[in-house]
Nanobody
Framework: QVSLVESGGGLVQAGGSLRLSCTAS???????MRWFRQAPGKQRDLVAT???????YYADSVQGRFTISRGNVRNTVYLQMNSLKPEDTAVYYC?????????WGQGTQVTVSA
């Protein structure tokens, strides 16, 4: 089992940047890690994935603006978000899927003002 804690959310103007962090209670270097987001009244959508080998995937809506990466410490994952738009406003969640189950953090709010 692993617990995940997101941080780094906040209020930013359109065009600005934020970096979200996901800190795990133990090493996650052997697992794919994902960032999801959920806007009010909408489903939770996949934003970005990084494999254990470092391959990345991005949703079309964030391609070219967001970057997922692993930290030098083996239990951290980041989401660098640039050129933010009002439609990026959502609660962002870190996710890790293991044989023992699927784990989520509590989420961090990102609000982008026009």
């Amino acid at each position: 089992q692993v617990s995940l804690v997101e941080s780094g959310g906040g209020l930013v103007q359109a065009g600005g940047s934020l970096r979200l962090s996901c800190t795990a209670s133990r090493s996650i270097s052997n697992y794919a890690m994902r960032w999801f987001r959920q806007a009010p009244g909408k489903q939770r959508d996949l934003v970005a994935t990084i494999s254990s080998g470092g391959s990345t995937y991005y949703a079309d809506s964030v391609q070219g603006r967001f970057t997922i990466s692993r930290g030098n410490v083996r239990n951290t994952v980041y989401l660098q978000m640039n050129s933010l738009k009002p439609e990026d406003t959502a609660v962002y969640y870190c996710n890790c899927q293991q044989l023992s189950g699927t784990y989520w953090g509590q989420g961090t709010q990102v609000t982008v003002s026009a």
